[in-house]
């Protein structure tokens, strides 16, 4: 191997994030070794100061650098409005898709027996609270359309019927997508929602 | 997007790396952040350490934290033979395979009219001069089967088949490799260099 416990030591780590395995991370390392001030040394920074930096919104789970994160924070987006994801990476892609404008609540995983994960283990009680607290007027459901996740949306549906409306994403034909590739739960979902054109 | 500037840099970054892309980068970003003790810390401080101490060895173009690397200065690895590659990574797959016991040269590309790239932009000036000094028996060109590698192969071959036995790796079907799949080439290649039972 490589002649060194540093570099070793640094391709083992990289190795460890998802998506790269040992022989991506050698790649990676190499490719950063020569680019160095355009990329090594940048990253490392980086890197440093988001170890100091990153923390959890208080309020609704988001990951940003302050204790309650901007959009939580933003006026305008307090429009009553809290969309439900299971994580924070699904909050960053509806944000990408920049067409909702209320605030959000991050679950941090879903309801699952299995992996004894009950309601206390995600952020369920603080989402109820903030029913209660926030004037909040629509929960809109966004989990994945996984068992597990609609078994939370079903499970969260019951605590807030009551109090507030509640949606889901709807379900149909991806944008783009092909029926033939379609499985047929898809399918069948998007022939019970059909629309009148 | 997500909420705050560091984060979104860090992201920008980790998608310049090679088989990396925004997504999987963001993957990468929220895995290390929700591991900020296993991985984000110790991953920013080896990048701090590897920024400061990754260097190329002056003799073989290896990469490693010394002038010279741990191969060069190995008594063990002085038996003559020196394995001509194109690349650092090419090194470490040789060493990877722990069956060659000589030391190294690590060219730094091929020799390419279209790129431009000539005997001085690689090491070879370098190389010829370790022959002339270093007692050199054998140079193995370890050269990957491309036009340009194998041109590259041949003008070596040339400039010091006077001096130094010169040999190549083996060409044929890979272990494990199914003739199905083979390229017409490589199975000439295999067919030539056939060897008897």
Known sequence: ????????ALI????KLPGLGPRS????????????????????????QVAVSA????????????DVCDICTSEKRGNGQICVVEDVADL???????????RYHVL?????????????QLRIPQLITRVDT???????LALNATIDGQT??????DQLEQRVTLTSLAQGVPIGGELDYLDDGTISAALTARKSL
């Open 1 to 8: 191997m490589n002649s060194t416990r540093d570099i070793d």
């Open 12 to 15: 083992d780590m990289m190795a």
């Open 25 to 48: 991370a050698r790649r990676a390392v190499l490719h950063m070794i020569r680019k160095r001030e355009l990329l090594l040394t940048p990253l490392a920074d980086l890197l440093q």
């Open 55 to 66: 923390r959890e919104c208080m309020r609704c789970g988001n990951i940003g650098t302050t």
């Open 92 to 102: 960053w892609a509806m944000e990408r898709a920049a067409v909702f404008h209320g």
């Open 108 to 120: 941090g995983g879903t309801l699952s027996a299995l992996d004894q994960v009950g309601p206390e």
């Open 134 to 140: 926030e004037n909040v007027t629509e929960i809109i």
């Open 152 to 157: 939370t949306a079903h499970y969260i549906a």
